[in-house]
């Protein structure tokens, strides 16, 4: 076990302390780390960021992992797995295995995860925890894959849950926030391996989000995104097809160098806008010709992770919203979005707001959304703290932009707009710090705060943020 006290920050850079990083290699050594917090009177957030050195501090934007003087633990050498050999179709892996490797473990018996989050290299811990998302009709996040889990606790000792032993507790482990301890292994249930036939193209935005409801339930999988200054929508659409159905156009080795390449470049643009905004529109519009489109045939996980690299510090406002009767709540977050967008910019008397011309747009307009709104569809969550518990159908809204672009006016009435369809924050992503937590999750808070209250009575898993978000005060310190 290593510990060094060191400057952390997240895979943004919008999230900074000073902590002491330990690396646990094992069970053991967990404990090790507990009983030091405990003496040492600190506290305890696990950082499920991944390998690579890049987004190894967190993959979250959130201040969840921010543990200023206190401990954060690294866990990647906590990443086996196995499969069960007793017919279920249900696989653990210690909550240290990347998502990639989860779903190769998987797919090596004949498996497959029915969604997953688009990175490949966050670690199954981090992924369950904060409730992260695909899209799909039949699913809803991670979390839902979630049948049971082993908790390590306040004092040690192993916590062991199962769906069927233990139904409440596991409703609140899917979704724990890494307050209730931390997680050893969990387990998933699979089902038996298929092909996706997916397609990406470009199609009008105004037919489209008319006829949103007809698209997203004559598929399996569907996600949209829009480039600002642009009147199409890129249609992310996925069917299920049998395994034996032959792949075809599976990316290689030459697009996963072009998707470098077109991050690099993007990154590049990203910062040139934010200190000549006025040229986002025609930049929008270049990045809109640069997007792939066409169909492929492939397992699942290649088509989940169509993005294997990201630019980084990226402000991104994401809420889970119901998508409302015949998706009526949805078509109100999305011209919302886009109304605004246009508002800010102010387009000169007699020119489309969708202009990529600079001079289109009046001398004092403002651009603070600079690269996507993406959108994901999915079923409900039955974790206590997912964003999208609760019953009907639900979809994943982001707001996506550069930081440093003066986004915060724009962002607070978006994000108040978001609440007031009632929305809730993905915990992973950007969001205002200071909401009222207890009320948006209502009674699924409390139901949670009872558990987390009996699992960890001391906050020795709790930083200063998850305190507000409980509504408690600074940890009561115990030793031994």
Not at 56 to 81: A, D, Q, R, T
Not at 143 to 156: F, N, R, Y
Not at 254 to 271: K, S
Request: net charge neutral; charged share 25%.
């Amino acid at each position: 076990m290593q510990c060094k006290t060191e400057s952390w920050t997240n895979w943004e850079g919008n999230q900074r302390c000073t902590a002491e990083v330990c690396a646990a290699d094992d069970l053991d050594e967990l404990r090790v780390i507990i009983q030091k917090a405990r003496s040492e009177r600190k506290t305890i957030r696990v950082a499920n960021g991944g390998l690579h050195h890049a987004y190894s501090g967190s993959f979250s934007g959130s201040p969840v992992v921010n543990n200023e003087g206190g401990i954060i633990v690294l866990i990647p050498k906590l990443n086996k797995g196995f499969v069960h050999d007793d017919g279920s179709k249900r696989i653990t892996a210690e909550s240290g295995m990347l998502m990639g490797d989860v779903e190769k473990m998987a797919a090596a018996h004949g498996l497959a995860l029915e969604t997953a989050p688009v990175p490949l290299f966050i670690q199954l811990g981090g992924a369950v925890a904060l409730s992260c998302h695909g899209c799909g009709n039949r699913t809803g996040t991670i979390s839902d894959l979630v049948v049971g889990m082993e908790i390590l606790k306040h004092d040690g000792t192993l916590q062991k849950i199962t769906r069927e032993k233990d139904p409440d507790l596991l409703k609140a482990a899917q979704v724990n926030l890494g307050a209730l301890g931390i997680m050893h292994r969990i387990t998933l249930q699979c089902v038996d391996r298929f092909k996706l036939y997916a397609v990406d193209e470009f199609v009008p935005m105004d037919s489209t989000i008319a006829g949103i409801e007809d698209l997203v339930l004559s598929h399996d999988y569907v996600e949209l995104f829009w480039i600002p200054f642009t009147d199409q929508v890129w249609v992310k659409r996925w069917d299920r097809r049998a395994w034996e159905t032959p792949s075809r156009n599976v990316p290689g080795f030459g697009n996963r160098m072009q998707q470098r390449i077109a991050v690099a470049l993007g990154t590049r643009a990203l910062e040139f806008l934010v200190s000549h905004p006025r040229w986002t529109p025609l930049v929008m519009n270049m990045l809109k010709h640069a997007t792939w489109t066409g169909e492929r045939t492939a397992p699942p996980q290649v088509i989940f992770h169509y993005q294997e690299k990201f630019p980084c510090k990226l402000w991104d406002l994401s809420y889970a919203l119901p998508a409302g009767d015949r998706f009526e709540t949805f078509k109100n977050a999305w011209n919302f979005t886009v109304n605004k967008v246009s508002e800010f910019a102010r387009p000169r008397p007699g020119k489309s707001r969708y202009s990529a011309s600079p001079w289109a747009y009046q001398k004092d307009g403002r651009f603070p959304m600079n690269f996507l709104m993406h959108i994901r569809f999915l079923d409900h969550s039955d974790g206590y703290l997912s964003p999208a518990v609760g019953t009907g159908r639900k979809f994943m809204y982001e707001a996506i932009t550069y930081i440093g672009s003066d986004q915060q006016q724009f962002y607070n009435e978006i994000e108040q707009h978001l609440l007031h369809l009632g929305g809730r924050p993905h915990w992973g992503k950007t969001y205002s710090d200071n909401l009222d937590f207890n009320k948006i999750w209502g009674e699924n808070m409390a139901k949670f705060d009872v558990i987390r209250r009996e699992m960890d009575p001391d906050g020795l898993f709790l930083n200063p943020f998850l305190r507000h978000v409980f509504g408690v005060g600074a940890r009561v310190a115990r030793t031994g």
